[in-house]
C-alpha cells in the first residue's frame, strides 16, 4: 500500500508511482494467457495477444506510462461513448435521450434478443450495438464522411491532433458485418433509424476503426473525469450535463455485461473495446491525502487479449488492483 506522502506532484513521488505500476504491469502481463484477441473482425486478429499497457494522467500533471504505450489500435466500442456525446452537443440531450435509453441489458454487446423479446420502445442503451447504431443513425450529415466530421472534430478537440481512421480495420469490419446488418435491418424494421441504414452503418464501421494510443484514451478520460473541460486551459470541450451522462452510461453499461461487475470491484466510469481497449475517467475524489491522483485523472489501458464479455482481461484485473491499492472508486 502506498503511504504517507503530503506531496504528490514531485519528481520522486511520480518515480516511485511509475516502479509501483511496472511492477504491477509485468505481473497483470502473465494475465493476457487467459484472454483471446477477437477474431470475428479479422484484422483485429493481427494484435499481439501478450500486450498490454497503461497510462495515467493526472489533473495534478503527474503522467505515469508502462507496458506497451505505443501500439496503435482502433476505438470500436470506446467509440460509443465519444458519438453520444457528440450526437448530445448536436441534436440536444433530451432528444436524444428519447431516441435511446440509459438501462443496461445484461445482455451481450451485439444482442439483439432483446429487442423483439422485450418490444422495447427504443434502443435500451447508447452502449451496445443497436443503440449505438440507433445514436450514430442520429448524427447530422447525408454521407458517412459528414457524420463522422463532429466525432473527428470532438476528438481532435480534445487530443490536439485529428486522428486517422484505419482502413484495413474498417475494410475488415464492413465486410464481416453480418450480425450488425441484421441488428440494422430489425431497428429499420421498428423505425428506430433517422439516415439510410447503409450510410449509418458506413459511418459506425468508420467510427469503430478510428486509430488511438492509450495517450489518447488517458487524455479523453481525463477530460471526463473534469465534467468536459480541459484541465489544461479549463475550456469547455464537453458540456457539463453531458460529460455526466456519459460517465453514469460508461458506469452502468460500459463493459457490457460485465459492467455490475466492474462498477463493484472497480468502481470508475469506464468503457471497452474489442480491439482490447479501455477507458476510464476518476473523477475527483475526497479520500486520505496518502492516496495519489485523488484531484482526478484519465486511465487509457490497452490488452488486446479479451476473457468472454469482449473486455481486456489483463487490462480489466490490472485496473481493479490499481483502484484497489489507490482506493480509485468513485464511491
Ligand atoms: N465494431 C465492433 C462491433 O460492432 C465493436 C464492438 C465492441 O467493441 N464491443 O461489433
Not at 124 to 137: D, E, H, M, Q, R
Not at 265 to 270: K, S
Request: glycine share 8%; with cysteine; aromatic share 8%.
Amino acid at each position: 500500500m502506498v503511504q504517507g506522502i503530503a506531496n504528490w506532484n514531485t519528481e520522486e513521488t511520480e518515480e516511485w508511482l511509475q516502479q509501483y505500476v511496472d511492477d504491477w504491469v509485468a505481473f497483470y502481463r502473465k494475465h493476457t494467457n487467459d484472454g483471446e484477441v477477437a477474431s470475428y473482425i479479422p484484422e483485429l486478429q493481427k494484435a499481439n495477444p501478450d500486450a498490454l499497457g497503461i497510462v495515467i494522467k493526472g489533473n495534478n500533471g503527474i503522467t505515469i506510462r508502462s507496458g506497451d504505450t505505443e501500439d496503435p489500435f482502433t476505438l470500436q466500442s470506446i467509440s460509443k461513448a465519444i458519438t453520444f456525446a457528440v450526437a448530445c452537443m448536436e441534436r440536444g440531450v433530451s432528444y436524444m435521450l428519447q431516441q435511446v435509453d440509459v438501462e443496461p441489458t445484461g445482455e451481450a454487446f451485439n444482442s439483439i434478443m432483446h429487442l423483439e423479446m422485450k418490444q422495447v420502445k427504443k434502443p435500451l442503451n447508447p452502449f451496445n450495438n443497436a443503440g449505438a447504431i440507433t445514436v450514430t443513425s442520429a448524427l447530422p450529415g447525408d454521407t458517412s464522411d459528414d457524420k463522422l466530421e463532429p466525432v473527428l472534430k470532438l476528438l481532435e478537440d480534445m487530443l490536439g491532433n485529428r486522428p486517422e481512421l484505419n482502413a484495413d480495420v474498417f475494410k475488415s469490419e464492413r465486410d464481416s458485418s453480418t450480425r450488425n446488418r441484421a441488428i440494422g435491418y430489425y431497428l429499420l424494421e421498428v423505425g428506430f433509424l433517422e439516415s439510410d441504414l447503409d450510410i449509418t452503418l458506413e459511418t459506425y464501421f468508420k467510427q469503430c476503426s478510428i486509430d488511438v494510443t492509450i495517450d489518447d484514451l488517458a487524455r479523453i478520460g481525463m477530460i471526463l473525469a473534469n465534467d468536459g473541460m480541459d484541465p489544461k486551459n479549463g475550456e469547455e470541450i464537453i458540456p457539463r450535463q453531458i460529460a455526466r451522462i456519459t460517465k453514469v452510461l460508461m458506469l452502468t453499461c460500459g463493459m457490457y455485461d460485465a459492467s455490475g461487475k466492474f462498477a463493484t470491484y472497480v468502481g470508475i466510469p469506464a468503457k471497452s473495446g474489442v480491439s482490447g481497449g479501455i477507458l476510464a475517467a476518476v473523477p475527483p475524489r475526497v479520500r486520505d491525502e496518502s492516496m495519489p491522483f485523488t484531484d482526478g485523472c484519465g486511465i487509457g489501458v490497452y490488452g488486446p487479449a479479451l476473457g468472454e464479455e469482449g473486455n481486456s482481461v489483463a487490462g480489466i484485473r490490472l485496473l481493479r488492483h490499481i483502484a484497489t491499492q489507490w482506493d480509485l472508486s468513485i464511491f
